[in-house]
Nanobody, 115 residues
Framework: QVQLVESGGGLVQAGGSLRLSCAAS????????MGWYRQAPGKQRELVAT???????NYADSVKGRFTISRDNAGNTLYLQMNSLKPEDTAAYSC?????????WGQGTQVSVSS
C-alpha cells in the first residue's frame, strides 16, 4: 500500500526558511510527476511546484525564485525548500505523486508564516 508522509512544516517568521519532505513508501508504477500543492483556509488548493520524472520543474508564479522542488536519486523522497517566506505562504502543504493510473496524496503539513 502506498503512503506519502510529509514533514518539516511549522511556524516561521516572515523572511525565514523551511524545508518540507515527503517520504513515499510502497511501490508506484509509471510515475509521471511529483509535486507540492497548498491550501489556505477558505481557498482552493493550488499548485506550488512540480517535477517530472525527467527532472523538469514548474512553479507557481507566486513562489518562483523563492521555492525549490527536488527529489532524491531513488525518487522516494520529495523536497520543497522554501526561502523568503511570506505570510501569504501560510497553508497546508500536501505532496502529490501522479502516475499513469491515479494520483496519490499525503495528509499534509501545516506551514504558518508570521509577519
Amino acid at each position: 500500500q502506498v503512503q506519502l508522509v510529509e514533514s518539516g512544516g511549522g511556524l516561521v517568521q516572515a523572511g525565514g526558511s523551511l524545508r518540507l519532505s515527503c517520504a513515499a513508501s510502497g511501490t508506484i508504477f509509471n510515475i509521471r510527476s511529483m509535486g507540492w500543492y497548498r491550501q489556505a483556509p477558505g481557498k482552493q488548493r493550488e499548485l506550488v511546484a512540480t517535477i517530472t520524472i525527467g527532472g523538469s520543474t514548474n512553479y507557481a508564479d507566486s513562489v518562483k525564485g523563492r521555492f525549490t522542488i527536488s527529489r532524491d536519486n531513488a525518487g522516494n523522497t520529495l523536497y520543497l525548500q522554501m526561502n523568503s517566506l511570506k505570510p501569504e505562504d501560510t497553508a497546508a502543504y500536501s505532496c502529490n505523486v501522479r502516475s499513469m493510473l491515479r494520483d496519490y496524496w499525503g495528509q499534509g503539513t501545516q506551514v504558518s508564516v508570521s509577519s
